[in-house]
């Protein structure tokens, strides 16, 4: 077959498979422990969010820098307690991949925050990505687990 006719096959295939979704979601009982949410099903529907949070002691400033390949979302001055965060859709592409680089004092780690993969989405809450920067390294919300991971440890002295 040619490349239309493949491409238009792939077409009608994305639309069944989203339309049985959404039949299967409009039931009016829940199946037990699935969601009841179309969005919960296909992470390229879902709006995802991506929270950086200063969890610094005494006051501490916290720069933040993100960015994707196509979004540079800027440079952020956090004070304790705050946070900046921003809000997205997955790219058809499945490459979507957000990193940050984040520093105080004389201290600084980069780090991806967001990359596309069905147990990060799980780790996620399949829709909101926590990120704590705290004294000793900067942390991952993991709620399929109810812990924070440390993933990164600060490095010392200029960048």
């Not at 179309?38 to 390229?44: E, H, R």
């Amino acid at each position: 077959m040619n490349k239309f006719c493949n491409n238009i096959i792939f077409f009608v295939l994305v639309q069944v498979i989203v339309i049985a979704l959404l039949i299967a979601s409009s039931s009016s009982e829940p199946i037990k422990g699935h969601h009841d949410d179309i969005n919960s099903l296909i992470p390229y529907f879902k709006t995802w969010h991506v929270h950086t949070i200063n969890g610094l002691s005494n006051g501490k400033m916290l720069l933040v820098h993100c960015k994707s390949k196509d979004n540079d979302l800027g440079i952020h001055n956090l004070t304790a307690g705050a946070e900046f965060s921003w809000q997205f859709k997955l790219s058809v592409t499945g490459r979507t991949l957000f990193w940050c680089y984040m520093a105080y004092d004389n201290f600084h780690a980069a780090l991806n925050v967001f990359w596309n993969n069905p147990i990060f989405f799980n780790k996620c809450n399949n829709d909101n990505c926590i990120w704590i920067a705290k004294d000793d390294g900067i942390y991952f919300r993991n709620f399929a687990k109810k812990v924070d991971e440390l993933r990164q440890t600060w490095g010392q002295g200029p960048l």
